[in-house]
């Protein structure tokens, strides 16, 4: 990179110093003003948690630092010289490059073809792509994701794809890094790399932006914490100075424990019996992501799964929802066996997903926030052969309200809305197929407190009418306070059952991080020819 010309006594001279600064930037849309009067430095080898709730104004401000969108008014300075970025590329010849939240990724080419796109290697008048395969597998390899670089982007997995965006930013040799969300879709151990990166950048010269909705990750990482709520900055504060009581105060004016509904902890009838269900990893279909997994879901009950990423989570959801096939074991909801029924009949027996990936599989993006809440129940608004866009209106109308979906109109689209409205939107459309369970994997990913509180009062909600409704998290507080239990897996495996009223943080994270990793049992080891 380079930084590594940089002297070491030249690095440490300029440490702290001011390298990027944001004076009385304003940004309107309309009538409607994203920030205002902000006041924003990024100092040279630090890393700055920027902290606040969907629609806080990050995002913009961020953009704007690099070059996506121009300020309203106010002045952007660089070494203490006025820049006005007229585009990403400008930026990026200035040394300042971004991660966005929402992957950019074009799905139909290479990992090496994405990483380069709009700068390839030429030689000769020619691209090298042997040479650009060749400096994309260096850049994984220090990711530790040894991935081909020859495989389309579309083929990979969420928390591959958000690598290959980070490879991709390391590949632009920025002096300043802006990072929206860079670890809503990676495990722990890719966390765990991904924070060794940014050490090794920091102490290199490189400063650092860092988003997150994961409070613990910017605790533990960044050096400053800047709180912007409604477009303004609220709050400054070395990181060494606050905690996350502080954090979240600052944020939404609530302690974190106030954010969630009170759980019934009343449960019914059993409604979801889940017995020894094996299901094979999509990604590797020569190992087991689920091996032996039983449970009851109660009427009226809410069940927090928790886990580390790579427990089988999403693979056990995805399997009672239909999108993976169950190896062995019985599904029954209510009854009947849904083991060997596909998506579309589960949803009609009253089991629906909210999946991991909103973007991809939740949300179609060319439709408006109404379409998309109603294309799940469209059959429902049928009327001698027609839809009838009044029964549909209505219906949404009355499912938005209730999910509290923020929007300044249904017929807007799906994309003028934040991280949290369009999560609203996805378990909205859930809702209107009248679900008896339903099943959200992560519902939170990368929506902030605020956001997530909503979510939660919804679930708590369904509750209270006698549906069933199990989740899965890697956010330890999710579990604690907005569930009746937890169940924590890991290696495929329910490992325990806790209560969430006499279980802590520091115990429910020892559970899930327990004993050594046992080998994984080949599938023919696993399952039976009935299967």
Request: include cysteine; proline fraction near 4%; hydrophobic fraction near 45%.
């Amino acid at each position: 990179m380079t930084t590594d010309a940089a002297p070491a006594a030249d690095l440490a001279a300029r440490r702290g110093e001011v390298i990027m600064r944001a004076e009385a930037v304003t940004k309107a849309y309309g009538g409607t003003h994203a920030l205002r009067g902000v006041e924003f430095e990024l100092r040279v080898g630090e890393v700055t948690a920027l902290i606040g709730e969907n629609g806080a104004g990050k995002s913009t401000l961020m953009k704007i630092l690099a070059g996506v969108e121009q300020p309203s008014t106010g002045v952007i300075t660089l070494d203490g010289v006025p820049v006005d970025f007229r585009s990403p590329t400008e930026a990026v010849a200035h040394g300042v490059a971004i991660i966005h939240q929402e992957l950019n990724l074009c799905p139909n080419l290479s990992i090496a073809d994405n990483i380069f796109l709009a700068r390839e290697e030429v030689r000769g008048g020619f691209v090298d792509f042997a040479a650009q395969r060749r400096a994309s597998a260096e850049f994984l390899a220090r990711l530790e994701e040894p991935l081909d670089p020859t495989m389309l982007a579309g083929d990979l997995r969420l928390g591959q794809q958000q690598l290959v965006e980070i490879a991709r930013a390391l590949a632009e040799d920025a002096r300043i890094l802006i990072m929206d969300e860079p670890t809503s879709a990676l495990s722990h151990a890719e966390v765990e790399v991904l924070f060794r990166v940014i050490r090794d950048l920091t102490s290199r010269g490189v400063s650092i932006v860092y988003i997150s909705h994961h409070l613990d990750e910017c605790l533990e990482l960044a050096d400053n914490a800047v709180v912007l709520r409604d477009g303004r900055i609220v709050a400054e504060a070395p990181m060494a100075d606050v905690d996350l009581g502080w954090i979240v105060t600052q944020m939404v004016g609530r302690e974190e424990g106030d954010l969630y509904a009170p759980m019934a902890h009343d449960p019914g009838e059993v409604l979801l019996a889940v017995r020894d269900v094996v299901v094979a990893d999509p990604d590797s279909p020569g190992r087991l992501a689920v091996r032996g997994v039983s449970f009851d879901l109660h009427a009226g009950e809410v069940i927090g799964i928790y886990g580390l990423m790579g427990a089988g989570r999403t693979e056990l959801l995805e399997a009672l929802a239909g999108r993976n096939r169950i190896l062995s074991g019985s599904v029954e909801l209510d009854g009947v066996d849904l083991a060997h029924l596909d998506v579309a009949r589960r949803i009609d027996e009253g089991l629906i997903l909210v999946p991991e990936d909103r973007q991809r599989d939740g949300l179609v993006q060319t439709l408006s926030v109404g379409a998309n809440m109603a294309v799940s129940a469209v059959g429902q608004f049928i009327r001698r052969g027609f839809v009838s866009r009044k029964a549909e209106t209505a219906a949404v109308t009355e499912t938005g309200t209730k999910v509290r979906v923020k929007t300044a109109s249904f017929d807007a689209p799906i994309g003028s809305l934040s991280g949290g409205n369009q999560q609203k939107v996805v378990i909205g459309k859930a809702l209107l197929t009248s679900p008896r369970v339903l099943v959200l994997d992560e519902p939170t990913r990368g929506i902030d407190v605020g956001a997530k509180a909503d979510i939660f009062a919804l679930v708590a909600a369904q509750a209270r009418t006698g549906r069933a409704v199990l989740f899965a998290t890697s956010e330890v507080g999710e579990v604690l306070y907005a569930c009746d239990r937890i169940l924590v897996m890991a290696r495929g495996e329910i490992v325990a059952e806790l209560d969430p009223r006499t279980t802590d943080r520091e115990q429910l994270m020892a559970v899930a991080d327990t004993s050594a990793t046992p080998s994984t049992p080949a599938i023919a080891d696993s399952t039976n020819d009935g299967a």
